[in-house]
């Protein structure tokens, strides 16, 4: 338990600091946003409306942005080897750093979303409910693209190949978070349904994510 908590303590501090991540994924999801009222126009209808897939999208991007950095600094510093060959689980390191990463990049995320939203003309409530949404579903995009970054660590050009692996998984997370969104904004769906099906999907990844991704490396490094 102690060294979990020191891997999460270690990647934590590294990805705060300059140039470690967090803040260039916290820029980018600034980025995306601030940019998407530029291309819809001053049509506020439209995009209230257009809120919360603009706030899912540039949340999922600015995730899969900072992914690479999870596996790229100890397989470059030799650590990743002495990981693996550790007495510690690697499906339990691999748990803990996805969580660091979560806690860096994924949860400023979620913060940020109040203020984003008012540049997308949402009201409290909706904003309320994009951002319990993302709360719910960041660690799904987290613990599933963990999976990519554990294939991709071992190969040139490995960020291109995480994309690709990456954003098909995490369609549904997509489609269930922006669903979840607009029935809490609009209705006439329930917000119940698509919301419990996000946390479940969480869950999921949660539990098979630091399995996969052990599974890449052991393979991936022999």
Not at 35 to 60: E, T
Not at 62 to 76: E, G, K, N, P, W
Not at 154 to 162: A, F, I, K, W
Request: proline share 6%; net charge neutral.
């Amino acid at each position: 338990m102690t060294a979990l908590a020191a891997v999460i303590r270690r990647d934590v501090r590294v990805a705060l600091r300059v140039g470690g991540g967090a803040l260039i994924g916290v820029l980018f999801f600034l980025t995306v946003v601030v940019l998407m009222p530029f291309a819809v126009g001053p049509d506020l209808a439209l995009l209230k409306k257009l809120g919360p897939a603009i706030l899912w999208l540039g949340a999922l991007l600015a995730s899969l942005l900072t992914l690479d950095r999870l596996f790229t600094a100890d397989h470059d510093d030799g650590s990743l080897d002495l990981i693996v060959m550790g007495r510690t689980p690697l499906e339990l390191v691999c748990a803990a750093k996805a969580l660091a990463h979560w806690l860096a990049v994924g949860l400023p995320l979620v913060a940020a979303t109040p203020v984003l939203g008012l540049l997308l003309n949402l009201d409290a409530v909706a904003t309320g409910a994009v951002a319990l949404t993302l709360l719910a579903g960041t660690p799904a995009l987290t613990f599933t693209g963990m999976v990519g970054a554990a294939l991709a660590v071992v190969l040139r050009r490995g960020g291109l190949l995480l994309s690709v692996l990456v954003l098909p998984l995490s369609i549904p997370v997509l489609i269930f978070g922006v669903a979840a969104s607009n029935a809490a904004m609009s209705g006439p769906s329930p917000f119940g349904t698509p919301f419990s099906i996000l946390c479940a999907l969480s869950l999921a990844s949660l539990v098979i994510g630091p399995f996969a991704a052990a599974s890449s490396l052991r393979h991936g490094l022999d």
